[in-house]
DNA sequence: TCGAATCTTGAGTGTTCATTCTAATTTCAA
DNA sequence: TTGAAATTAGAATGAACACTCAAGATTCGA
């Protein structure tokens, strides 16, 4: 049970850990910067998350969290495609620390690595429905490929969007559907 | 002007420093764990390395130019593909490090992105002239559109690949062909 | 209002690690 | 063979950093 004002300092915490990353890598973020950020020292650190790599998950686990849109009721692939962009370019941050965890994170810890297949399974899961409904006609063979390509194509491009700001992420986000889900 | 010995010793931490990476992550690798594995001592790597960092830029370096065929004659663009299937399949742990300094060098330091993009749009040209001879018909606007599609969709596939050995890249890969190429 | 739970402070701890330095040894061109 | 340059050993250094702890302050349900 938490009081409101340590709530409060979590997610001071979680915010200041998420910019910091972004810009400065996961081993370039030091707990004193964080608490700096966050305006505190680092017992209130502790009081509240058991790690640094603790605070690092809780920002991943958020962004995870908000990447899709009502996971409830169905969504046409252009919807999702569009959710994903909207998702890199306006919380860029969270998008930053996403990819640095999953590749860091996903090559050298078994965890990681298998929570990040399972997110992707889950999402993929999500377009081949999407992809299903305007595409009746393809082999669930066919279907796996398709997914499995264009997911690895936002993905791409999504990190070259982040390597480069002024590149056109939504355009040629779009066009892939023109390429590939006629 | 260097002696064999310090050749010798010099590509024994390269390798030790390849494969300690892509074990363990860039922060994860020590220099007494490379040293341990190169079979020498600290002394010996920094009269050789200026850094750590150096090391594996040097890796880095040497992994950029292996993932690139020939770059003197042309190519087809399923050789291409290919030649990149294979360096993922048969230099795992250069394609991983590779990646990790990508991620994290690249999102964190102008220096290593500007390599990045600059090793990027070299890509982009060689496969958008293979792409060229085989659809001379697209606008050269479709041209770079599919290019980037094509090359986001096969780091995104590599990643994939690496994070589960099990995933059949050079099936996806040769998929994007048919989808996007032909 | 009371008081148990929670939160904050801030100094302290111990370790890990990259890097340096000096002296001894080895290489190899002339 | 010689000796200047290169290589190596191995201990030492010093800084950075994640994390701990005890004591006081604050919160908020009962």
Redesign the interface.
């Given at each position: 049970m938490r009081y409101r004002v340590g709530l409060e300092t979590r997610s001071r915490i979680m915010e200041a850990t998420r910019d910091l990353v972004?810009?400065?890598?996961?081993?370039?973020t030091t707990i004193k910067a964080i608490c700096d950020r966050a305006g505190i020292l680092a017992g209130s650190f502790y009081n509240l998350f058991a790690s640094k790599e603790e605070a690092i998950l809780a920002v991943v686990g958020e962004a995870i969290r908000e990447v899709e849109p009502d996971p409830s009721q169905p969504s046409e692939v252009a919807a999702l495609v569009h959710a994903y962009v909207d998702f890199v370019e306006t919380q860029e941050a969270a998008a930053?620390v996403y990819?640095?965890v999953a590749?860091?994170g996903?090559?050298?810890d078994p965890d990681i690595?298998d929570r990040?297949?399972r997110h992707?399974a889950a999402r993929a899961e999500r377009f081949a429905d999407a992809l299903a409904r305007r595409r009746p006609d393809l082999s669930s063979e066919a279907m796996r490929?398709?997914v499995?390509?264009l997911?690895?194509?936002?993905?791409?491009?999504a990190?070259?969007r982040?390597?480069?700001p002024t590149f056109d992420l939504r355009?040629?986000a779009l066009?892939?559907l023109e390429?590939?889900a006629r």
């Open positions: 972004a810009e400065a890598g996961l081993e370039g930053r990819l640095m590749v860091t996903g090559l050298t690595r990040m297949l992707h490929s398709r499995e390509a997911l690895a194509a936002l993905n791409g491009l990190f070259h982040l390597l480069d355009g040629h066009g892939l390429i590939g």
